[in-house]
């Protein structure tokens, strides 16, 4: 049974910094794409970052330049170093992680099936 669960949320005052953790068990493919979502206060769920088993990242416009998004193989753990935050970045964020058949899809455009809990980010200003 795969597991992610994410860690690292907090409060921070815009212009910080967080960094989020997601522990992933029970999720033994090789091919595969994962990524962080947000879903902020009246918004809907969007994909802020996605990593692919061959390194391949994408970040949403309104990261690019300010998060990372990277894996630990040997930990089993997926990151997002979040840098210059603002109160847009407010939200409740969750990893996710889907395992890729022979074709090798944009991650950004996957349907995941498999989710974390989540982890609350709030940015004051």
């Not at 921070?12 to 989020?20: E, F, H």
């Not at 068990?25 to 802020?48: A, D, L």
Request: net charge negative; proline share 2%.
């Amino acid at each position: 049974q795969v597991q992610l669960v994410e860690s690292g949320g907090g409060s921070v005052q815009a212009g910080g910094s967080l960094r989020l953790s997601c522990a992933v068990s029970g999720f033994t493919s090789s091919r595969h794409c994962m990524g962080w979502f947000r879903q902020g206060p009246g918004k809907e769920r969007e994909g802020v970052a996605h990593v692919r088993f061959d390194g391949d990242t994408s970040y949403v416009d309104s990261v690019k330049g300010r998060f990372t998004i990277s894996v630990d193989n040997a930990e089993k753990t997926l990151y997002l170093q979040m840098n210059s935050l603002n109160v847009e970045d407010t939200a409740m964020y969750y990893c996710a992680a889907e395992p890729l058949g022979y074709i090798i899809p944009l991650c950004a455009n996957l349907n995941y099936n498999n989710w974390g809990q989540g982890t609350q980010v709030t940015v004051s200003s």
